[in-house]
């Protein structure tokens, strides 16, 4: 094992059993560590065998270390040292959550990992050596080409390979936009509230001013940030609220876009996942020069994955891929090459086909706990997603009612958690009903509702 060590002062012995001591001390060399032999150690410092043995006698019989016939010399067990305090207060403990109807999860059970050990072996197994080097900041070709065809069919996106640059999901897409957008004369985006505060945060970090459009049921209000260069919308399923944003302002959308110069950011999260109808197609293929597309898998597949993509306009393409060579270089191409044959081989649509079925079941029984056990409760945003917004009764509280299904073990969100401006639309709450595991949903949605009932 290599052990690094400086040595100071002339006296070799004393000088290295203070930097051993040190290291033992300070916790950079944790209990039970194993030492290199005194012979090997000696070698790597250029001093003698003995000066080494004897410095390890030293601190064995300090307690710093132990030696063991066989098990060679290690630090001891009673040499931790003790924990820093926190640096930040922890929140406050909950009660244990067992249920989560957050939104934004899938349901990570249901990861399809048999595909996706197969299409990793696969892509691996083809994949040349120097795949493994650095490469294209915008990506493996294998998956830009991939998704060129996949983002075309299946979400109706005008995307040729030499547009997309992939990345680590909509968040640092999002932040690569950031980058650049000042450098092209945005100054104020228009968002959409209720939204996420993260995206909303990103934006203001990089000094971009937020204009705020406000939602109803055909989505965002549009004209309501006329000043605005961009906007940043998600047309497909509106988060949190769950409206698409009807045909006349897609239409609108484009057309603002293409008359004024303006960029839109459109955000598919989870636009695969739309239950009465064919999904909507991208907003993007009306103004593809306009519009970056942004997809991401951790819908689809999982969060912790970290894949997503952008198709952009030609003319970001050059700054959004410095942007992205300046952040990281590259995302992982053996997670890269996976997702373009998984994709490829076809297990990426059986598999968001599959999870829609189940969604869909789920969305349906949640229709029905509700309105079999809190008929007074108001159920919208269901059209499409892995999310719906359950509108409480007048005069309930939503903190209380969070806090009443958090005793029960399930965690849930009130709609307040994403109002920009403050909470001005009554009493609700955001019910991500993909996560728990299928065998835990029923317990959950029992829970749930007897949480809402409670009175
Ligand atoms: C509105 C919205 N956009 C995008 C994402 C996905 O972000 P990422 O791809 O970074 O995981 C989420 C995840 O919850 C989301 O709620």
């Known amino acids: 094992m290599d052990l690094h060590l400086e040595l100071h002062g002339n006296r070799v012995r004393a000088g290295l059993e203070t930097a ?168 104020r985006i ?63 959308a484009a057309r603002w876009a293409a008359g004024t110069g303006g960029l839109i950011i459109e955000d598919d999260y989870d636009g695969e996942f739309r239950y009465d109808r064919q999904p909507v197609g991208a907003l993007q293929a009306l103004a593809p020069d306009h519009v970056v597309y942004v997809g991401t898998v951790s819908k689809t597949l999982a969060p912790g994955l970290r894949l997503g993509w952008l198709v952009l306009p030609a003319r970001l393409v050059g700054a959004v891929t410095d942007a992205k060579a300046m952040a990281d270089g590259q995302t992982s191409s053996l997670e890269q090459l996976t997702l373009a044959e998984f994709i490829a081989s076809g297990a990426y649509d059986r598999h968001v086909r599959r999870e829609r079925l189940d969604y869909r079941r789920r969305r349906d029984r949640l229709i029905d706990a509700l ?7 108001r159920l919208t945003g269901i059209a499409a997603g892995l999310h719906a917004v359950a509108e409480l009764p007048a005069g309930r509280s939503e903190r209380q009612v969070v806090a009443r299904a958090a005793a029960r073990g399930v965690a849930i969100e009130g709609l307040g958690e994403y109002a920009l401006r403050g909470h001005t639309r009554g009493p609700a709450l955001v019910i991500g009903y993909a996560s728990p595991p299928g065998h835990a949903y029923t317990a959950a949605l029992a829970r749930l509702t007897a949480a809402i009932q409670d009175q």
Not at 31 to 44: E, F, I, Q, V
Not at 371 to 377: E, K, L, W, Y
């Open 20 to 187: 051993l001591r040190d290291a033992v001390q300070t916790g950079r060399l944790a209990p039970g560590t194993r030492l290199p032999s005194s012979r090997a150690l000696a070698a790597d410092l250029g001093i003698a065998r003995n000066s080494v043995a004897e410095a390890y006698g030293q601190l064995v019989a300090e307690g710093w270390l132990t030696a063991e016939q066989g098990s060679g010399t290690r630090v001891a067990a009673a040499a931790a040292p003790a924990p820093a305090p926190a640096a930040t207060q922890s929140p406050p403990a909950v009660g244990r959550v067992r249920y989560n109807l957050r939104p934004g999860s899938p349901d990570l059970s249901a990861f399809p990992r048999s595909w996706w050990l197969s299409a990793a072996r696969k892509a691996l197994s083809a994949a040349p050596s120097q795949a493994l080097g650095y490469g294209d900041p915008r990506g493996r070709p294998e998956l830009r080409t991939v998704l060129s065809g996949y983002l075309a069919r299946a979400r109706g996106v005008r995307a040729s390979p030499d547009r997309i640059v992939v990345c680590t999901g909509f968040t640092q897409g999002l932040a690569l936009l950031c980058q650049v957008l000042p450098g092209t004369g945005v100054t």
């Open 190 to 252: 228009a968002v959409e509230d209720y939204g996420q505060p993260g995206p909303f945060r990103t934006l203001a970090a990089a000094g971009l001013a937020p204009a705020m459009l406000s939602v109803d049921d055909r989505g965002a209000v549009l004209d309501q940030a006329p000043d605005a260069e961009a906007m940043l919308l998600t047309p497909a399923h509106q988060f949190p609220l769950g409206a698409v944003l009807s045909p006349q302002r897609r239409a609108d």
């Open 371 to 377: 309105a079999g056990h809190v008929p007074d409760v």
